[in-house]
Nanobody, 121 residues
Framework: QVQLVESGGGLVQPGGSLRLSCAAS????????GTWYRQAPGKQREWVAS???????NYAESVKGRFAISRDTAKNTVYLQMSGLKVEDTAVYSC???????????????WGQGTQVTVSS
């Protein structure tokens, strides 16, 4: 059994920073690619950032230069460092991570439940 849990959300003022964590636990041998998404009220879920197995990163234009995705394979955790937050960044942020449960096992994608980020003065 594998669990993926996001944390680090909360209320922050415009211009502030937050770091989100997406931690995998349970039967985890290794984590690989990771992706963050967000969904604002009344809007469709949108892709925010990705980190691939080799470590390369990609960002949505709306967050480029303000957000940074990273990965700590020793902690089985993917992070999203957010700075220069804007009111329009308010959303539920969720992650997906490709996980191997054993040596040589196939990668499977797991999803977290999400964490609320509210940017307001």
């Amino acid at each position: 059994q594998v669990q993926l849990v996001e944390s680090g959300g909360g209320l922050v003022q415009p211009g502030g920073s937050l770091r989100l964590s997406c931690a995998a636990s349970g039967s985890v041998f290794s984590i690989n690619a990771g992706t963050w998404y967000r969904q604002a009220p009344g809007k469709q879920r949108e892709w925010v950032a990705s980190i691939v197995s080799g470590g390369a990163t990609n960002y949505a234009e709306s967050v480029k230069g303000r957000f940074a995705i990273s990965r700590d394979t020793a902690k089985n955790t993917v992070y999203l460092q957010m700075s220069g937050l804007k009111v329009e960044d308010t959303a539920v942020y969720s992650c997906s991570v490709d996980i191997r449960k054993s040596v040589g096992g196939r990668k499977q994608t797991y999803w977290g439940q999400g964490t609320q980020v509210t940017v307001s003065s």
